[in-house]
């Protein structure tokens, strides 16, 4: 079987990690299948939301142990490479991503969830950034986004001593939006999906790019932004809809443009 399963239910595009005998561990299918399928999400209007799964008893361990000690340096530039195209593609989807996390999400695995724009898990997860007892860094973005959920001070603390945090502590952390129990885990990412998919999609993929792109501007650029943003989302079909639907007391039937 693929080391990642697609599947399309309406809107909502579901994206499952699929090496359960690994715990998921990443494999270049793997990687190259998620870009593959966010890249040509951005293109597929029809697409509106994507939900990131892992199959069997965790999300993702992240690297996969039986090649560590064996890869040279060339093969790392080249892996990490590929997982950087993902991670880069993710922040750039101007749709949302929802990673649904149970189990383990450990090392990439983590920062893979922490790249997405929602995480949602079950109370029994955990979450490691196990790099530091091997004697490597943390990659795939992991240095960019825990620093700015958690702050430097507590990003060292868990980058450099790897201590596992459970589900309670990551969502008082601030980077889980939802924690619930593991048996009600996929009922609660697919209403929290289809919500999303109900939305103003242009008008979400607009603002998350300018979040996004708020870590490196400065407050008058992202006003700017904000302002000419702001003047092409006014003729969207989404905006005239809206205002339609809140005159007219019912709720709005949004098409994403």
């Known amino acids: 079987m ?38 040509a999400a951005e293109q597929d209007d029809s697409i509106k939301v994507i939900v990131l799964s892992g199959a069997g008893r965790s999300f993702s361990a992240g690297g996969d142990v039986k090649t560590m000690g064996k890869a040279t340096g060339p093969d790392v530039y080249e892996h990490v490479g590929r997982l950087n195209e993902c991670i880069v593609a993710m922040q750039n989807l101007e749709k949302p991503i929802v990673a ?40 795939g973005g992991g240095l960019y986004f825990l620093t700015r959920v958690v702050g430097p001070h507590r990003a060292k603390e868990l980058l450099f001593l790897a201590e596992p945090m459970d589900a309670k502590t990551a969502y008082q952390a601030g980077f889980l939006n939802r924690v619930v129990p593991l048996d009600q885990l996929k009922d609660e990412v697919t209403s929290f999906a289809v919500r999303l998919a109900q939305g103003p999609t242009k008008a979400y993929g607009k603002m998350k790019k300018i979040v996004n792109d708020s870590y490196h501007l400065t407050l008058e650029q992202v006003l700017e932004q904000e302002r000419l943003t702001q003047m092409l989302m006014v003729e969207t079909h989404d905006h005239k809809e809206g205002v339609a639907a809140f005159k007219e007391k019912r709720k709005p039937v949004f098409q994403g443009n």
């Open 100 to 139: 649904a996390v149970h189990g383990f999400a450990a090392g990439a695995a983590f920062n893979l969830a922490l790249a997405s724009d929602f995480i949602i898990t079950s109370e029994e997860s955990r979450f490691v950034l196990s790099f530091s007892q091997v004697g490597l860094i943390s990659d």
């Open 2 to 39: 693929s080391d990642l399963l697609v599947e399309k239910q309406g809107p909502i595009l579901g994206l499952t990690l699929n090496r359960p005998d690994s715990l998921n561990a990443f494999s270049g299918e793997m990687i190259e299948g998620l870009i593959k399928q966010i890249k």
